[in-house]
T-cell receptor, first 110, second 113 residues
Framework: QKEVEQDPGPLSVPEGAIVSLNCTYSNSAFQYFMWYRQYSRKGPELLMYTYSSGNKEDGRFTAQVDKSSKYISLFIRDSQPSDSATYLCATYQAGTALIFGKGTTLSVSS | DADVTQTPRNRITKTGKRIMLECSQTKGHDRMYWYRQDPGLGLRLIYYSFDVKDINKGEISDGYSVSRQAQAKFSLSLESAIPNQTALYFC????????????FGPGTRLLVL
């Protein structure tokens, strides 16, 4: 089992939809959880970052971590065509390098 | 100017050739990374360096080598390129303190014929 699993999609939604992106991880020692967004022909950029369990909200984006089930989620409200990108979850434990999921490709149509 | 730059941005080479991909950063970060990205396989770590004297192998280091010439420079070499090394290569940096927020370069698209 890979340490971080993520459904690659693709996921297609109409503009205005609520999007749910998910990852699971296997190592309970992971403490930090991130979502990166990658537009076509660009490098990934950090979108959201959370520590341990709980929710974090930033505008239309909400990151959620459930350590009991080892589940990471990213919710996008009122999705826009500009949200069309690949979303990568990532995690790590102190002293190690980041481990990325494979990424989910999202397309939002107008 | 971009904080993390990669050269070249695109490269076509032939099987067996030695090539070098270069990465420079102006963020003052100690940690630097090389990844490759392939469709369906996501980002995979090749090598990483936590400071100038510290080099570590990542998930897929075979066929690659690296050099950390200075805090700001981290180069990736393919000693004898093969077609399955055709991929998109990213350099990234992060601060040694706090979260592992990584800052990525624009990528180098490599085609090995």
């Amino acid at each position: 089992q890979k340490e971080v699993e993520q459904d690659p999609g693709p996921l297609s939604v109409p503009e205005g939809a609520i999007v749910s992106l998910n990852c699971t991880y296997s190592n309970s020692a992971f403490q930090y959880f991130m979502w990166y967004r990658q537009y076509s022909r660009k490098g990934p950029e950090l979108l959201m970052y959370t520590y341990s369990s709980g929710n974090k909200e930033d505008g239309r984006f909400t990151a959620q971590v459930d350590k009991s089930s080892k589940y990471i989620s990213l919710f996008i409200r009122d999705s826009q065509p500009s949200d069309s990108a690949t979303y990568l979850c990532a995690t790590y434990q102190a002293g190690t390098a980041l481990i990325f999921g494979k990424g989910t490709t999202l397309s939002v149509s107008s | 100017d971009a904080d993390v730059t990669q050269t070249p941005r695109n490269r076509i080479t032939k099987t067996g050739k030695r090539i070098m991909l270069e990465c420079s950063q102006t963020k003052g970060h100690d940690r630097m990374y090389w990844y490759r990205q392939d469709p369906g396989l996501g980002l995979r770590l090749i090598y990483y360096s936590f400071d100038v004297k510290d080099i570590n192998k990542g998930e897929i280091s075979d066929g690659y080598s690296v050099s950390r010439q200075a805090q700001a420079k981290f180069s990736l070499s393919l000693e004898s390129a093969i077609p399955n090394q055709t991929a998109l290569y990213f350099c990234a940096t992060s601060d040694a303190v706090g979260s592992e927020t990584q800052y990525f370069g624009p990528g180098t698209r490599l085609l090995v014929l």
